[in-house]
């Protein structure tokens, strides 16, 4: 068999690559690749979507790779529902709502219980037990290879239609689920962060990305803040209905508040902090935009995405020994435990930390 790299589509963030079994010469090499992933349940290799990626993987795989346009995994076809299932659908709508979910986590919701419901649409769905979900599960997965991330939104939303539409005891829809996978977050070193958040000429553009990095924000919880959120003569930034639903303070760094008072100074915005040219909200597509500029323009990683400043953010915070306490404060995490996974990014090499090998070997002369 051949080694096949399959053509990304536009706008697609990774190029996806099989390589034969036998070829281990080749997954050792794709494997040592910057950004390179293993999807498992489709058994391809990733690695980030730029050109000159491409390109690698050209010279490394040969002529004697194949590329092609479509991937191996079948897309999970769509069925026209009956009105049982959509009366179901309706259901589970109204059970999200009434919880005061997300719009953007109802519709990812019906949409994969519409594919649920595309099975069992003939069912009484009451009747329908654990091993047939997880047996619909499984062919899922044994013929539309899908991934690990679409077979945990599928799982939810099964669990949410029997747990708050039909209010069905938990052991029903605890079904099982993929081996949660221990990555460790991609972060920038400060060198980088420091050229990523100085390249914009745009102030506004500039002062976005200073505040994602030097406040730790996500990209929703940029876009929602107002002016009366900046506290300056405090020093923090109050972040209001960010992920679950909570409020936080997050500290405000002191050059970013002369940036920021320039900028209100030259673009006068009217209620948020950040809005667009015709007022309103900015969005999150143009804050991408933004970043994959300056990432472009300073020849940074190209893996980096803008939620990268967060973990960046975090990860800098502990080497600058900053109360871990504090740390998951201004984070907005409910465990510790999430945030002490940024333990595991911070640098490691022989300039922070000493072996024990040249402690013991420090007057001690080297024989070869």
């Not at 690695?47 to 993987?57: D, G």
């Amino acid at each position: 068999m051949q080694p096949i790299i399959y053509q990304p589509l536009k706008g697609a963030k990774r190029i996806k690559i099989f390589i034969p079994y036998n070829r281990q010469g080749l997954r050792e090499a794709v494997k040592k690749m910057n950004t390179s992933y293993w999807h498992p349940n489709q058994k391809l290799w990733s690695v980030v979507n730029t050109e000159q990626n491409l390109k690698s993987l050209k010279s490394l795989l040969g002529e004697h790779c194949k590329i092609e346009k479509r991937i191996a995994f079948k897309p999970v076809p769509s069925v026209a529902l009956n009105d049982r299932a959509l009366s179901a659908l309706h259901d589970l709508e109204k059970a999200l709502v009434l919880k005061q979910y997300s719009a953007s986590s109802i519709r990812i919701y019906k949409k994969m219980f519409g594919v649920f419901l595309g099975k069992f649409m003939q069912r009484d769905l009451k009747t329908v037990n654990k091993e047939e979900i997880e047996g619909f599960i499984y062919e899922l997965i044994q013929k539309n290879k899908i991934s690990e991330s679409y077979q945990n939104q599928i799982i939810n939303a099964i669990k949410a239609y029997y747990e708050h539409a039909l209010c069905m005891p938990r052991e029903y829809y605890d079904v099982q689920r993929p081996k949660k996978r221990l990555s460790i977050p991609n972060v920038l070193s400060k060198e980088e962060v420091l050229k990523i958040v100085q390249a914009p000429k745009n102030i506004k553009h500039r002062a976005i990305l200073q505040t994602i990095y030097g406040s730790g924000l996500r990209v929703s919880e940029l876009i929602n803040l107002r002016i009366v959120d900046v506290h300056s003569n405090e020093g923090y930034l109050f972040i209001k209905d960010s992920k679950g639903k909570k409020d936080r303070k997050t500290i405000l760094s002191e050059h970013l508040i002369l940036l920021l008072r320039d900028y209100y100074k030259q673009n006068k915005p009217a209620y948020w902090l950040f809005e667009g040219q015709n007022g309103g909200q900015y969005s999150p597509t143009s804050i991408r935009a933004i970043f994959r500029k300056a990432v472009k323009d300073t020849n940074t990683n190209p893996w980096a995405t803008v939620h990268t400043l967060r973990h960046s953010f975090a990860t800098h915070c502990i080497e600058n020994n900053v109360n871990m306490r504090h740390l998951q404060t201004m984070l907005g995490h409910n465990s510790p435990k999430t945030t002490e996974i940024y333990t595991k990014t911070i640098a490691i090499n022989n300039k922070t930390v000493t072996s024990p090998l040249d402690s013991l070997l420090k007057n001690t002369t080297l024989q070869l």
